[in-house]
């Protein structure tokens, strides 16, 4: 990419983090709903936060950090940086004040626009290599954006109504098939060329079973017939964490999803469009991984890998819907390194392998993903009782021969 292009990208992929909060409030801003969700403000600070730490304090002659006490304020967890604030207390930072965090990022923007353009840098593949790890973290934090805002709304009894740049619903999908796969060896992880994580490397052989993939995810209509039947009085399908889960915080149904009340007999659920009848023919969403391998268990199936998520997906078998652009899909496969992997040197390679530990693997993409960040090799990863992601699943089950 030439760095015009690099640059024209920077600019479209900053102002779109931007463009995402229309509608919200300094107050929706600046609130934090739990300790796992940020405040917008907050991720439009930590991008660029990002930049300035990882792009131009490597790279820009001079340079100063505009504000000395941003760079502990606005760490997430880079500890080789020093010690950040507290992730459950980034609500109580009021300040800097909102338009203090827009100007900072107007600043950085300009200074990376100009460190694109000169002709003094002394290693522009590897400057352009970090600003697009920078946009792809960026792109990151936008859909982390929208699932932060959508479980702070949530909480409001107004119901408040966010009209987000993208639909709050993706479109109902057809009635799902099994497509059978057969056992063999298989290459998955990055093959080049373009952008990569560190943990989508190196590429490996991976030996598959026969087994077969539901076509499409699993929809909150095949879901309400697991809560329907009693799924969550029913210990046998729950992993025992999950099981504990279930009673100490009272799951009955995915999260966002309103039971039937005397005054209404549908089934509801909440959005970023405000409350909506309970769309049964689209993917279920905001499931734990605990949810998703029991409601996989009672039907009769199980999570499918993500050797075998990838292998499908990059087969280019047009019988495979929802592989992106719907509901991130749980694995089965605990997120842990592949063979022979080695993290980034420096600081930025805490961004991912320090977290191979207690966390599943999710593939695919939800409506809330960027366009063209999801790519078949993308290992996104969470705790397994994370619900407020927009997290589905695909069953899969083994086959003979």
């Known amino acids: 990419m030439s760095p015009a292009a690099l640059a024209e990208r920077y600019r479209a992929v900053r102002a779109a983090s931007v463009a995402l909060l229309h509608g919200l409030s300094a107050e929706d801003c600046a609130a934090q709903s739990m300790p796992d969700a940020s405040p917008a403000k907050w991720h439009l600070a930590h991008t660029t936060w990002f930049f300035e730490t990882f792009v131009l304090e490597a790279h820009e002659p001079g340079f100063a950090p505009a504000q000395p006490a941003f760079r502990a304020l606005f760490n997430s967890y880079y500890q080789a940086i020093g010690t950040p604030f507290a992730r459950d207390r980034r609500g109580l930072l009021t300040r800097p004040a909102f338009d203090e965090v827009l100007a900072w990022r107007a600043d950085v923007d300009a200074r990376i626009a100009r460190l694109l353009g000169g002709a003094d840098c002394h290693a522009p593949s590897e400057l352009a290599a970090r600003v697009e790890l920078g946009l792809q973290h960026e792109q990151q934090h936008q859909e982390l954006i929208v699932t932060d805002v959508k479980h702070l709304l949530a909480q409001n009894p107004l119901a408040p109504a966010w009209h987000a740049a993208r639909a709050s619903r993706p479109p109902a999908a057809a009635a799902p098939q099994w497509i059978a796969r057969p056992a063999g060896l298989v290459e998955i992880g990055h093959a080049g060329p373009g952008f990569a994580f560190d943990n989508e490397t190196p590429r490996h052989r991976v030996f598959l079973d026969a087994h077969a993939l539901a076509s499409h995810c699993t929809t909150a209509g095949d879901y309400l017939g697991f809560v329907r039947a009693g799924g969550y009085d029913q210990p046998q399908w729950w992993l025992a964490e999950g099981w504990d889960r279930v009673r100490r915080d009272g799951w009955r149904h995915p999260l966002y999803w309103l039971a039937p009340d005397a005054g209404q007999a549908d089934w509801r659920e909440f959005t970023v469009a405000g409350i909506a009848p309970l769309d049964l023919a689209a993917p279920v969403a905001h499931l734990s991984y605990y949810e998703a391998d029991a409601y996989a268990r009672w039907a009769g199936a199980r999570l499918p ?92 089950r083994d086959c003979q021969g």
């Open 305 to 396: 890998t993500e050797a075998e998520w990838e292998a499908a997906a990059a087969s280019a078998d047009r019988r495979f819907a929802d592989l992106t652009g719907t509901v991130w899909q749980w694995t089965a496969s605990a997120y842990s390194p592949y063979p022979g992997y080695r993290p980034d040197p420096g600081a930025v390679g805490e961004y991912n392998g320090k977290f191979m530990v207690g966390q599943q693997v999710l593939r695919g993409g939800s409506w809330a993903t960027p366009a063209g960040h999801a790519r078949i090799p993308y290992r996104n990863f969470f705790p397994p009782g994370a619900r407020w992601q927009i997290a589905g699943l695909r069953l899969a």
